[in-house]
């Protein structure tokens, strides 16, 4: 295989990652390895996994704070489509990729590097998402993906690393797989690989559970400008501060828990445990905005385009001219999106209890059945027999 001379590795300071780098050196010639970590809100202390990647050989360390972009330009746009995979899942790991891989195509060309590299493994979608993203924005890069190659054992892996100097994990490691940033944790493997278990409460971090909620409801004020959420509690809030605090103020309420069993890329199911208190809640109530804002034709037809950008951001065909055009849509319908969303939280649940928007369409002199009905009753005749037409004649054969 053709490898490269100088490459950039997505690094996070776990084992797989930091054995890439000596891997990458010794295994597959590669002279220079340097790495990059995304700071996505993960809540990971960085400056140890800087130092952790030069002590594995790396000959630059990178830490990049990219939270505020991960919100303005992956998670708002994904809240502006209701983007829930198979009708549940937030994307909480789906957005966070063509992030990174944006990040690496820049350092490459910064660094004059031939390649970049990550530490997936080939039955993920992340893999996915990495590999394409990048040869979408720079397709004379070369992607180096050494966990898909070496075919070692988690044990292998550790004992290969301590030939290198790299620490095998100091607590005997979790059996769970996880991907945490901004926008939720995603849980994965040991027990939760039987699909009949019930995850067990020691897997949750940001939710809490049930019986310890508070025993009285929390009621929030969510502001939209133009289907992106700006206040909270009538508080004008910074993106990253929004997220952190719906996550706290949801998660205390034990919102957002998410148990299903989701349709990879790569044609396996797998058992997905999630937490994603802000974002199923942000979510629901621009839904509910909508509601509210859209005609009812644009309401309904959106649903599909949203079931198509979902799938889009998933299957990793994040930099795509079908998802340009269906960002463009989006867009389009979000200009009248503003308004004010009170969410009622109680128990691990959200329920949407009031909504106001000085663009409503909600007309009550039409809806209401009290006195100041201006609704023409007699004008429906004339519509429903034009409406039924179709029907009756099929039913004369
Ligand atoms: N199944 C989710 C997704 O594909 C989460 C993946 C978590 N990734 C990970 N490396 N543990 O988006």
Redesign the pocket.
């Known amino acids: 295989m053709g490898h490269a001379k100088k490459v950039v590795l997505a690094y996070s300071g776990g084992v797989d990652t930091s054995v890439c780098i000596p891997y990458l050196k010794n295994e597959w010639g590669v002279e220079e390895v340097i790495t990059l970590a995304a700071d996505l809100g993960q809540g990971d202390e960085l400056e140890p996994i800087r130092e952790k990647a030069l002590k594995s050989g790396a000959s630059e360390s990178l830490v990049v704070d990219v939270r505020d972009s991960f919100i303005k330009e992956y998670a708002f746009p994904a809240i502006q489509a209701n983007a829930l995979?198979e009708q549940r899942?937030p994307?909480?790991?789906?957005l966070a990729r063509p992030l990174i891989a944006k990040i690496l195509v820049e350092t490459a060309s910064k660094y004059g590097a031939d390649a970049i590299a990550h530490g997936?493994t080939g039955k993920?979608?992340?893999q996915v998402r990495f590999d394409v993203s990048v040869g979408a924005l720079n397709p004379h890069l070369k992607i180096l993906a050494p966990a898909r190659e070496w075919g070692m054992s988690r044990e292998e892996t550790i004992a290969y690393g301590e030939r290198f100097g790299i620490p095998s994990p100091v607590k005997k490691s979790s059996p769970y797989?996880?991907?945490k940033n901004l926008l939720g944790r995603?849980i994965?493997a040991g027990i939760l690989e039987d699909p009949t278990v019930e995850p067990p409460e020691e897997i949750y971090e940001m939710t809490k559970a049930i019986a310890n909620t508070p025993n009285e409801p929390e009621y929030i004020d969510i502001g939209f400008t133009k289907g992106i959420p700006t206040t909270l509690n009538g508080k004008a809030t910074n993106p990253v501060e929004l997220i952190e605090q719906l996550n706290q103020i949801a998660g205390n309420h034990g919102v957002g828990r998410i148990d299903m069993i989701?349709n990879?890329l790569v044609g396996i199911k797998?058992r997905?445990i999630?937490e994603s208190p802000a974002m199923i809640v942000l979510i629901q109530a621009h839904r509910d905005l909508e509601s509210l804002t859209l005609t009812a034709d644009v309401t309904q037809y959106k649903r599909g385009i949203e079931q198509t950008y979902t799938q889009i951001v998933?299957n990793g065909l994040w930099y795509s001219p079908l998802k340009s055009a269906v960002d463009a849509f989006i867009q389009e319908t979000q200009e009248r999106v503003s308004g004010n969303v009170k969410v009622k939280l109680f128990k691990g649940n959200a329920t949407i209890v009031s909504r106001d928007s000085q663009n409503s369409l909600y007309t009550p002199d039409l809806a209401t059945y009290g006195s100041g009905d201006k609704f023409d009753h007699k004008a429906a005749e004339g519509f429903v027999y034009v409406w039924g037409l179709p029907t009756r004649i099929w039913a004369r054969h």
Request: charged share 30%.
């Open positions: 995979y899942y994307l909480g790991t789906s997936c993920g979608n992340d797989s996880i991907d995603s994965e989701e990879r797998s997905e999630y998933y």
